[in-house]
Protein backbone atom coordinates (compact mmCIF):
# COMPACT_ATOMS: atom_id res chain seq x y z
CA UNK A 1 0.00 0.00 0.00
CA UNK A 2 1.46 3.71 -1.11
CA UNK A 3 1.85 6.16 1.91
CA UNK A 4 -0.81 8.76 1.17
CA UNK A 5 1.44 11.41 2.84
CA UNK A 6 -0.51 14.06 1.95
CA UNK A 7 -3.48 12.77 4.42
CA UNK A 8 -1.15 12.14 6.93
CA UNK A 9 -1.35 16.55 7.06
CA UNK A 10 -4.98 17.23 6.47
CA UNK A 11 -6.35 14.10 8.82
CA UNK A 12 -4.19 15.72 11.72
CA UNK A 13 -6.15 15.65 14.75
CA UNK A 14 -5.86 19.12 17.06
CA UNK A 15 -4.05 18.27 19.88
CA UNK A 16 -5.62 21.51 22.31
CA UNK A 17 -3.90 22.62 25.31
CA UNK A 18 -5.18 24.77 28.29
CA UNK A 19 -4.91 28.26 26.22
CA UNK A 20 -7.36 26.95 23.58
CA UNK A 21 -10.05 26.42 25.79
CA UNK A 22 -12.40 28.37 28.17
CA UNK A 23 -15.12 27.05 30.34
CA UNK A 24 -18.37 28.78 29.39
CA UNK A 25 -20.74 30.06 31.95
CA UNK A 26 -24.00 27.50 32.97
CA UNK A 27 -26.66 28.09 34.32
CA UNK A 28 -25.60 28.06 38.49
CA UNK A 29 -27.14 27.58 41.67
CA UNK A 30 -23.80 26.66 43.18
CA UNK A 31 -22.10 28.51 46.07
CA UNK A 32 -18.17 28.13 45.89
CA UNK A 33 -17.97 27.38 49.74
CA UNK A 34 -20.42 24.59 48.90
CA UNK A 35 -18.50 22.56 46.11
CA UNK A 36 -17.48 19.47 47.04
CA UNK A 37 -13.39 19.25 45.75
CA UNK A 38 -12.95 15.93 47.14
CA UNK A 39 -12.11 12.62 44.55
CA UNK A 40 -11.38 9.14 44.30
CA UNK A 41 -7.45 9.77 42.83
CA UNK A 42 -7.49 5.63 43.13
CA UNK A 43 -9.52 2.90 43.63
CA UNK A 44 -8.43 2.92 47.67
CA UNK A 45 -7.23 6.60 47.84
CA UNK A 46 -9.50 9.22 48.64
CA UNK A 47 -8.30 13.11 48.62
CA UNK A 48 -10.31 16.14 50.09
CA UNK A 49 -8.79 18.20 47.13
CA UNK A 50 -7.35 17.07 43.93
CA UNK A 51 -4.02 18.18 44.37
CA UNK A 52 -1.09 16.03 43.49
CA UNK A 53 2.80 17.56 43.91
CA UNK A 54 5.19 15.96 40.86
CA UNK A 55 7.84 13.50 41.71
CA UNK A 56 10.66 16.21 40.93
CA UNK A 57 13.95 17.18 42.93
CA UNK A 58 13.21 20.68 43.16
CA UNK A 59 9.43 19.38 44.13
CA UNK A 60 8.62 16.97 46.52
CA UNK A 61 10.74 15.62 49.19
CA UNK A 62 9.08 14.77 52.88
CA UNK A 63 8.18 18.09 53.88
CA UNK A 64 6.39 18.88 50.74
CA UNK A 65 4.15 15.61 50.66
CA UNK A 66 3.23 16.37 54.73
CA UNK A 67 2.54 19.47 54.23
CA UNK A 68 0.46 18.96 51.20
CA UNK A 69 -1.07 15.98 52.45
CA UNK A 70 -2.41 18.17 55.31
CA UNK A 71 -4.12 20.15 53.19
CA UNK A 72 -5.90 17.11 51.94
CA UNK A 73 -3.95 17.05 48.56
CA UNK A 74 -0.99 14.53 48.05
CA UNK A 75 3.05 14.69 48.10
CA UNK A 76 5.11 11.99 45.72
CA UNK A 77 8.47 11.94 46.51
CA UNK A 78 10.90 12.04 43.48
CA UNK A 79 13.16 9.32 42.70
CA UNK A 80 16.54 11.55 42.23
CA UNK A 81 18.11 10.04 45.49
CA UNK A 82 19.47 6.51 47.10
CA UNK A 83 16.29 4.04 47.56
CA UNK A 84 17.49 4.19 51.46
CA UNK A 85 17.08 8.59 51.17
CA UNK A 86 13.48 7.61 49.35
CA UNK A 87 12.49 5.39 51.63
CA UNK A 88 13.50 7.55 54.66
CA UNK A 89 11.56 10.42 53.08
CA UNK A 90 8.36 8.06 53.28
CA UNK A 91 8.89 7.01 56.66
CA UNK A 92 9.60 10.81 57.75
CA UNK A 93 5.74 11.55 55.91
CA UNK A 94 4.33 8.32 57.91
CA UNK A 95 5.81 9.69 61.08
CA UNK A 96 4.88 13.12 61.15
CA UNK A 97 1.32 12.25 62.76
CA UNK A 98 -0.62 9.37 63.73
CA UNK A 99 -3.46 9.12 66.09
CA UNK A 100 -1.79 6.05 67.71
CA UNK A 101 1.94 6.13 67.35
CA UNK A 102 2.39 1.94 66.74
CA UNK A 103 6.44 1.56 66.64
CA UNK A 104 6.93 3.62 70.29
CA UNK A 105 9.97 3.78 71.53
CA UNK A 106 10.71 2.63 74.61
CA UNK A 107 13.10 2.41 77.96
CA UNK A 108 13.46 -0.33 80.26
CA UNK A 109 13.63 0.98 84.45
CA UNK A 110 17.20 -0.30 84.56
CA UNK A 111 18.58 1.84 82.10
CA UNK A 112 20.12 5.18 83.43
CA UNK A 113 18.45 8.63 82.76
CA UNK A 114 21.56 9.48 80.49
CA UNK A 115 20.63 6.61 77.69
CA UNK A 116 16.72 8.15 78.07
CA UNK A 117 18.66 11.58 77.21
CA UNK A 118 20.34 9.88 74.34
CA UNK A 119 17.26 8.81 73.05
CA UNK A 120 15.40 11.38 73.38
CA UNK A 121 18.01 13.58 71.60
CA UNK A 122 18.67 10.97 68.77
CA UNK A 123 14.59 10.41 67.90
CA UNK A 124 13.36 14.04 68.61
CA UNK A 125 10.78 13.16 70.97
CA UNK A 126 9.89 14.25 74.79
CA UNK A 127 8.47 11.12 76.49
CA UNK A 128 9.48 7.77 76.56
CA UNK A 129 6.94 4.91 78.19
CA UNK A 130 8.89 2.33 80.84
CA UNK A 131 8.63 -1.21 79.87
CA UNK A 132 9.91 -4.60 81.48
CA UNK A 133 9.39 -8.12 81.36
CA UNK A 134 7.66 -8.50 77.59
CA UNK A 135 6.55 -4.72 77.31
CA UNK A 136 4.08 -4.85 80.26
CA UNK A 137 3.83 -0.71 80.95
CA UNK A 138 5.63 0.43 84.46
CA UNK A 139 6.22 3.86 84.04
CA UNK A 140 6.87 6.82 81.84
CA UNK A 141 9.44 9.02 81.78
CA UNK A 142 8.60 12.59 80.50
CA UNK A 143 11.01 15.73 79.28
CA UNK A 144 9.82 17.28 83.12
CA UNK A 145 11.47 13.97 84.78
CA UNK A 146 14.75 13.93 83.03
CA UNK A 147 15.42 17.67 83.45
CA UNK A 148 15.49 17.08 87.13
CA UNK A 149 17.29 14.04 87.48
CA UNK A 150 20.92 12.73 87.80
CA UNK A 151 22.17 11.34 84.33
CA UNK A 152 23.58 8.64 86.45
CA UNK A 153 20.69 7.25 88.26
CA UNK A 154 17.74 4.74 86.74
CA UNK A 155 15.48 5.38 85.10
CA UNK A 156 13.16 3.50 87.61
CA UNK A 157 13.85 6.72 90.54
CA UNK A 158 13.34 9.28 88.32
CA UNK A 159 9.72 7.81 86.08
CA UNK A 160 6.72 8.92 86.70
CA UNK A 161 4.97 5.10 88.24
CA UNK A 162 1.77 6.26 88.20
CA UNK A 163 0.66 6.15 84.05
CA UNK A 164 -2.35 7.81 82.82
CA UNK A 165 -3.63 5.14 80.35
CA UNK A 166 -5.90 4.14 77.46
CA UNK A 167 -7.40 0.62 76.21
CA UNK A 168 -7.03 -0.09 72.80
CA UNK A 169 -10.54 0.77 71.55
CA UNK A 170 -9.80 4.53 72.55
CA UNK A 171 -11.37 6.86 70.39
CA UNK A 172 -10.02 10.52 69.77
CA UNK A 173 -12.29 12.30 70.90
CA UNK A 174 -12.02 10.33 74.49
CA UNK A 175 -8.07 10.51 74.36
CA UNK A 176 -8.33 14.41 73.70
CA UNK A 177 -10.96 14.44 77.05
CA UNK A 178 -8.18 12.13 79.51
CA UNK A 179 -5.31 14.40 77.87
CA UNK A 180 -6.77 17.18 78.79
CA UNK A 181 -8.51 16.36 82.33
CA UNK A 182 -5.75 14.52 83.53
CA UNK A 183 -3.35 16.97 82.17
CA UNK A 184 -1.01 14.23 80.51
CA UNK A 185 1.01 14.94 76.90
CA UNK A 186 1.28 10.73 76.11
CA UNK A 187 -1.01 8.70 76.62
CA UNK A 188 0.36 5.35 76.17
CA UNK A 189 -2.20 2.45 74.72
CA UNK A 190 -2.08 -0.86 76.92
CA UNK A 191 -4.18 -4.15 76.24
CA UNK A 192 -6.12 -5.86 79.86
CA UNK A 193 -2.53 -7.17 80.56
CA UNK A 194 -1.08 -3.56 80.37
CA UNK A 195 0.90 -4.50 77.65
CA UNK A 196 2.13 -1.82 75.83
CA UNK A 197 0.34 -1.60 72.32
CA UNK A 198 1.17 2.34 71.04
CA UNK A 199 0.81 5.87 72.03
CA UNK A 200 -1.19 8.85 71.66
CA UNK A 201 0.15 12.21 71.66
CA UNK A 202 -1.86 16.09 72.33
CA UNK A 203 0.37 17.00 69.62
CA UNK A 204 -1.24 14.13 67.35
CA UNK A 205 -4.31 14.61 68.60
CA UNK A 206 -4.32 18.89 68.05
CA UNK A 207 -2.97 18.86 64.45
CA UNK A 208 -6.42 16.42 63.50
CA UNK A 209 -8.24 19.01 64.12
CA UNK A 210 -5.96 21.53 62.54
CA UNK A 211 -5.74 20.03 59.73
CA UNK A 212 -9.35 18.42 58.83
CA UNK A 213 -8.93 17.77 55.27
CA UNK A 214 -5.64 16.09 55.89
CA UNK A 215 -5.23 12.50 54.30
CA UNK A 216 -4.92 9.84 56.30
CA UNK A 217 -4.20 6.07 56.36
CA UNK A 218 -6.56 3.79 58.91
CA UNK A 219 -3.66 4.88 61.47
CA UNK A 220 -3.96 8.32 60.88
CA UNK A 221 -0.54 8.82 59.64
CA UNK A 222 -0.26 10.84 56.35
CA UNK A 223 -0.92 9.31 52.90
CA UNK A 224 2.10 9.64 50.60
CA UNK A 225 3.32 8.22 47.51
CA UNK A 226 6.99 7.53 46.15
CA UNK A 227 7.81 7.66 42.23
CA UNK A 228 9.72 4.59 40.45
CA UNK A 229 10.86 3.89 37.00
CA UNK A 230 8.79 0.84 35.88
CA UNK A 231 12.12 -1.04 35.61
CA UNK A 232 13.78 -0.69 39.09
CA UNK A 233 11.59 -3.55 41.38
CA UNK A 234 14.14 -3.50 43.90
CA UNK A 235 13.04 0.15 44.41
CA UNK A 236 9.53 -0.44 44.38
CA UNK A 237 9.85 -3.36 46.65
CA UNK A 238 11.62 -1.21 48.94
CA UNK A 239 9.08 1.61 49.45
CA UNK A 240 6.42 -0.97 49.13
CA UNK A 241 5.29 -0.87 53.24
CA UNK A 242 6.50 2.57 53.74
CA UNK A 243 4.20 4.21 50.43
CA UNK A 244 0.50 4.10 50.05
CA UNK A 245 0.79 4.35 46.00
CA UNK A 246 3.66 3.85 43.81
CA UNK A 247 3.75 6.11 40.71
CA UNK A 248 5.43 5.56 37.02
CA UNK A 249 7.73 8.58 36.19
CA UNK A 250 8.55 7.57 32.55
CA UNK A 251 8.12 10.55 29.74
CA UNK A 252 6.87 7.86 27.61
CA UNK A 253 5.05 4.71 29.13
CA UNK A 254 3.50 4.05 25.58
CA UNK A 255 6.59 1.60 25.02
CA UNK A 256 6.59 -2.04 24.83
CA UNK A 257 9.94 -2.36 27.19
CA UNK A 258 8.07 -0.50 29.51
CA UNK A 259 5.09 -2.10 29.79
CA UNK A 260 6.53 -5.22 30.38
CA UNK A 261 8.88 -3.98 33.03
CA UNK A 262 5.22 -2.43 34.57
CA UNK A 263 3.49 -5.77 34.22
CA UNK A 264 6.42 -7.59 36.02
CA UNK A 265 6.25 -4.89 38.81
CA UNK A 266 2.66 -4.89 39.36
CA UNK A 267 2.69 -8.74 39.74
CA UNK A 268 5.36 -8.76 42.39
CA UNK A 269 4.57 -5.11 44.22
CA UNK A 270 1.86 -4.96 46.30
CA UNK A 271 0.55 -1.50 46.40
CA UNK A 272 -1.22 0.64 44.16
CA UNK A 273 0.10 1.85 41.24
CA UNK A 274 0.21 4.53 38.67
CA UNK A 275 0.40 4.08 35.39
CA UNK A 276 2.44 6.98 33.14
CA UNK A 277 3.01 8.85 31.14
CA UNK A 278 0.39 8.42 28.62
CA UNK A 279 -1.40 10.80 25.75
CA UNK A 280 -3.28 8.78 23.57
CA UNK A 281 -6.37 6.07 22.99
CA UNK A 282 -3.91 3.60 21.96
CA UNK A 283 -1.40 3.96 24.70
CA UNK A 284 -4.25 3.83 27.34
CA UNK A 285 -5.78 0.61 26.05
CA UNK A 286 -1.90 -1.31 25.52
CA UNK A 287 -1.61 -0.34 29.22
CA UNK A 288 -4.63 -1.91 30.29
CA UNK A 289 -4.01 -4.86 28.39
CA UNK A 290 -0.60 -5.57 29.18
CA UNK A 291 -1.27 -4.46 33.42
CA UNK A 292 -4.16 -6.36 33.47
CA UNK A 293 -6.05 -5.25 36.42
CA UNK A 294 -2.49 -3.56 37.80
CA UNK A 295 -3.38 0.34 36.77
CA UNK A 296 -5.58 2.17 39.95
CA UNK A 297 -4.90 5.61 37.90
CA UNK A 298 -3.22 7.10 34.42
CA UNK A 299 -0.99 10.15 34.91
CA UNK A 300 -1.94 12.21 31.58
CA UNK A 301 0.36 14.73 29.63
CA UNK A 302 3.75 14.41 27.76
CA UNK A 303 5.12 17.73 26.93
CA UNK A 304 3.56 20.37 28.22
CA UNK A 305 5.45 20.64 31.56
CA UNK A 306 6.89 24.50 32.08
CA UNK A 307 10.10 23.09 32.32
CA UNK A 308 9.70 20.71 29.62
CA UNK A 309 11.56 21.00 25.60
CA UNK A 310 10.53 17.44 25.03
CA UNK A 311 8.06 18.75 22.67
CA UNK A 312 10.64 21.38 21.07
CA UNK A 313 13.20 18.73 20.72
CA UNK A 314 11.63 15.83 19.13
CA UNK A 315 8.08 17.29 18.39
CA UNK A 316 6.60 14.66 20.16
CA UNK A 317 3.82 15.60 22.32
CA UNK A 318 0.39 14.86 23.83
CA UNK A 319 -0.55 18.47 25.56
CA UNK A 320 -2.26 17.96 29.06
CA UNK A 321 -5.46 18.20 28.04
CA UNK A 322 -5.59 16.60 24.84
CA UNK A 323 -4.27 13.79 26.74
CA UNK A 324 -6.91 14.07 29.59
CA UNK A 325 -9.79 13.34 26.81
CA UNK A 326 -8.28 10.91 25.10
CA UNK A 327 -7.64 8.26 28.18
CA UNK A 328 -11.00 9.47 29.46
CA UNK A 329 -12.27 8.02 26.29
CA UNK A 330 -10.36 5.50 26.13
CA UNK A 331 -11.39 3.89 29.46
CA UNK A 332 -14.60 4.77 28.47
CA UNK A 333 -14.45 2.37 25.68
CA UNK A 334 -13.03 0.02 27.55
CA UNK A 335 -16.03 0.41 30.50
CA UNK A 336 -13.62 0.95 33.54
CA UNK A 337 -13.06 3.66 35.77
CA UNK A 338 -9.62 4.47 36.58
CA UNK A 339 -9.31 8.25 37.80
CA UNK A 340 -6.85 10.42 35.19
CA UNK A 341 -3.85 12.96 36.92
CA UNK A 342 -3.72 15.78 34.54
CA UNK A 343 0.34 16.06 34.70
CA UNK A 344 2.07 19.19 33.30
CA UNK A 345 1.15 22.92 32.00
CA UNK A 346 -1.30 23.78 35.23
CA UNK A 347 -0.64 27.46 35.97
CA UNK A 348 -3.49 28.62 37.60
CA UNK A 349 -6.81 27.00 39.15
CA UNK A 350 -8.81 28.12 35.82
CA UNK A 351 -6.00 25.53 34.10
CA UNK A 352 -6.75 22.75 36.76
CA UNK A 353 -10.54 23.58 36.33
CA UNK A 354 -10.04 22.64 32.73
CA UNK A 355 -8.34 19.87 32.98
CA UNK A 356 -10.89 18.16 35.91
CA UNK A 357 -13.75 19.17 33.10
CA UNK A 358 -12.03 16.68 30.66
CA UNK A 359 -12.00 14.49 32.32
CA UNK A 360 -9.60 14.14 35.10
CA UNK A 361 -9.99 13.48 38.64
CA UNK A 362 -7.02 15.36 40.13
CA UNK A 363 -3.99 17.48 38.72
CA UNK A 364 -0.39 17.25 39.20
CA UNK A 365 1.65 20.35 39.83
CA UNK A 366 5.40 21.24 39.50
CA UNK A 367 5.94 24.45 38.73
CA UNK A 368 3.09 25.97 41.50
CA UNK A 369 4.63 24.06 44.06
CA UNK A 370 7.99 24.53 43.29
CA UNK A 371 8.02 28.22 44.02
CA UNK A 372 6.81 26.84 47.96
CA UNK A 373 8.66 27.65 51.29
CA UNK A 374 8.00 23.43 51.59
CA UNK A 375 10.14 22.53 48.07
CA UNK A 376 13.75 21.22 48.44
CA UNK A 377 16.08 24.37 48.13
CA UNK A 378 16.32 27.62 49.79
CA UNK A 379 15.33 31.28 48.58
CA UNK A 380 17.21 33.09 45.78
CA UNK A 381 17.08 36.80 45.68
CA UNK A 382 17.24 38.30 42.47
CA UNK A 383 16.70 41.96 42.09
CA UNK A 384 14.76 42.36 45.40
CA UNK A 385 12.58 39.41 45.13
CA UNK A 386 12.74 36.32 46.02
CA UNK A 387 12.61 32.94 44.04
CA UNK A 388 12.95 29.21 44.08
CA UNK A 389 14.85 26.81 42.02
CA UNK A 390 12.78 24.74 39.83
CA UNK A 391 14.51 22.13 36.79
CA UNK A 392 12.81 19.73 34.64
CA UNK A 393 14.26 15.52 35.85
CA UNK A 394 15.36 15.58 32.37
CA UNK A 395 17.41 18.25 32.36
CA UNK A 396 21.16 17.86 32.17
CA UNK A 397 21.68 18.51 35.96
CA UNK A 398 18.94 16.34 37.31
CA UNK A 399 19.89 13.50 34.86
CA UNK A 400 23.31 13.33 35.77
CA UNK A 401 22.58 13.43 39.08
CA UNK A 402 20.03 10.05 38.89
CA UNK A 403 23.24 8.73 36.32
CA UNK A 404 25.59 8.84 39.16
CA UNK A 405 23.80 6.99 41.42
CA UNK A 406 20.81 4.70 39.81
CA UNK A 407 21.80 2.20 37.80
CA UNK A 408 18.71 1.55 36.09
CA UNK A 409 18.68 5.13 34.53
CA UNK A 410 22.17 4.83 31.96
CA UNK A 411 22.23 7.67 29.80
CA UNK A 412 20.32 6.22 27.00
CA UNK A 413 19.46 9.65 25.59
CA UNK A 414 21.83 11.84 24.94
CA UNK A 415 19.76 15.00 25.04
CA UNK A 416 18.21 16.66 27.41
CA UNK A 417 14.54 17.16 27.74
CA UNK A 418 14.26 19.65 30.40
CA UNK A 419 15.34 22.70 31.25
CA UNK A 420 16.42 24.53 34.77
CA UNK A 421 16.16 27.82 36.38
CA UNK A 422 14.03 29.57 39.14
CA UNK A 423 10.25 30.23 39.89
CA UNK A 424 8.88 33.16 42.02
CA UNK A 425 8.63 32.32 45.89
CA UNK A 426 4.72 31.65 46.45
CA UNK A 427 4.63 30.84 50.05
CA UNK A 428 3.71 28.09 52.07
CA UNK A 429 1.89 25.27 50.64
CA UNK A 430 -0.94 26.05 53.15
CA UNK A 431 -1.56 29.75 51.19
CA UNK A 432 -0.97 28.43 48.12
CA UNK A 433 -4.06 25.62 48.12
CA UNK A 434 -5.83 27.68 49.90
CA UNK A 435 -6.09 30.10 46.73
CA UNK A 436 -5.90 27.32 44.11
CA UNK A 437 -8.54 25.81 45.94
CA UNK A 438 -10.73 29.07 46.02
CA UNK A 439 -9.80 29.49 42.16
CA UNK A 440 -11.37 25.89 41.75
CA UNK A 441 -14.51 26.29 43.62
CA UNK A 442 -14.90 29.57 41.57
CA UNK A 443 -14.59 28.08 38.30
CA UNK A 444 -16.95 25.18 39.08
CA UNK A 445 -19.49 27.81 40.66
CA UNK A 446 -19.28 29.71 36.80
CA UNK A 447 -19.91 26.03 34.96
CA UNK A 448 -22.74 24.98 38.24
CA UNK A 449 -20.82 22.25 39.26
CA UNK A 450 -21.14 20.88 43.09
CA UNK A 451 -18.74 18.44 42.68
CA UNK A 452 -15.74 16.85 39.74
CA UNK A 453 -18.22 14.27 38.71
CA UNK A 454 -20.72 16.79 37.92
CA UNK A 455 -18.66 19.11 36.44
CA UNK A 456 -17.33 16.10 33.89
CA UNK A 457 -21.17 16.22 33.24
CA UNK A 458 -21.81 20.27 32.67
CA UNK A 459 -18.91 21.56 31.72
CA UNK A 460 -18.82 23.14 28.10
CA UNK A 461 -15.81 24.27 26.39
CA UNK A 462 -15.37 27.40 24.32
CA UNK A 463 -12.87 27.22 22.00
CA UNK A 464 -10.86 30.51 22.14
CA UNK A 465 -9.01 32.00 18.95
CA UNK A 466 -5.92 33.59 18.97
CA UNK A 467 -7.22 36.76 19.21
CA UNK A 468 -9.26 35.88 22.43
CA UNK A 469 -6.22 34.85 24.35
CA UNK A 470 -5.02 38.13 24.27
CA UNK A 471 -8.48 39.71 25.24
CA UNK A 472 -8.99 37.22 27.76
CA UNK A 473 -6.66 38.81 30.09
CA UNK A 474 -5.82 41.88 31.58
CA UNK A 475 -5.05 44.54 28.66
CA UNK A 476 -5.06 48.32 27.62
CA UNK A 477 -3.52 49.04 30.88
CA UNK A 478 -0.31 49.29 32.42
CA UNK A 479 0.25 47.50 35.81
CA UNK A 480 2.51 48.55 38.32
CA UNK A 481 5.98 46.73 38.15
CA UNK A 482 5.95 46.76 33.86
CA UNK A 483 5.98 50.94 33.04
CA UNK A 484 8.30 51.52 30.43
CA UNK A 485 10.21 54.51 30.57
P1 LIG B 1 4.63 21.85 35.48
O1 LIG B 1 3.70 21.77 36.64
O2 LIG B 1 4.04 22.54 34.30
O3 LIG B 1 5.95 22.43 35.84
O4 LIG B 1 4.87 20.33 35.00
C1 LIG B 1 5.39 19.34 35.83
C2 LIG B 1 5.44 18.01 35.10
O5 LIG B 1 6.39 18.06 34.02
C3 LIG B 1 5.93 16.83 35.93
O6 LIG B 1 4.93 16.30 36.76
C4 LIG B 1 6.38 15.85 34.86
O7 LIG B 1 5.32 15.11 34.30
C5 LIG B 1 6.90 16.75 33.77
N1 LIG B 1 8.37 16.85 33.77
C6 LIG B 1 9.22 16.87 34.82
N2 LIG B 1 10.50 17.03 34.42
C7 LIG B 1 10.46 17.08 33.07
C8 LIG B 1 11.48 17.24 32.07
O8 LIG B 1 12.65 17.41 32.34
N3 LIG B 1 11.04 17.22 30.78
C9 LIG B 1 9.73 17.06 30.46
N4 LIG B 1 8.75 16.96 31.36
C10 LIG B 1 9.11 16.96 32.67
Given at each position: ???????????????????????V?????????K??????????I????P??????????????A????????????????????????????????????????????D?????????M????IS????????????G???????????P????????????I??????T?E???????????????????????????????V?S?E?????T???????L?????????????????????L????V?????????????????????E???????????T??????????????R??V???????????????A???????????A?Q??G????????????????G????A?????????????????????L????G??????R??????S?????????????A??????????V????????V???????????????G???????W????????????????R????????????
Open positions: MPVDFYSKLTNARGVYTFRDFVLPGRSDVEPSVDLSINLTKQHLNLLVSSPMDTVTESDMIALAREGGLGIIHRNMPIEEQVENAKRVKRAESFIIRDVVTITPQKISDALELHNKSGLPVVSDGDRIVILTKRDVNFADNVSVREAMTSEVVAGPEVIEAKKIMNKRKVEKLPVVDKNRKLMGLITIKDYRRFPLARDSQGRLVGAAVSPYDIERAKALEKHVDLVSDAHFHNTNILEAAKKLTNEVFVFIAGNLGTIEGKDTIEALDGHVAGIAGGSGSICVTSEVTKAGPTLFAVSQIAVLELVEIPIIADGGIRAAGDALALAGASAIMMGNVFAGCTESPGGIKIGKYYKPYGMGSMARQKRFAMDRYNQPKGIAEGVEGVPYRGDVSTVEEFASGLRASFGYAATSVKDLQKAKFGAVTAAGVDEMPHSIILPGEEKI
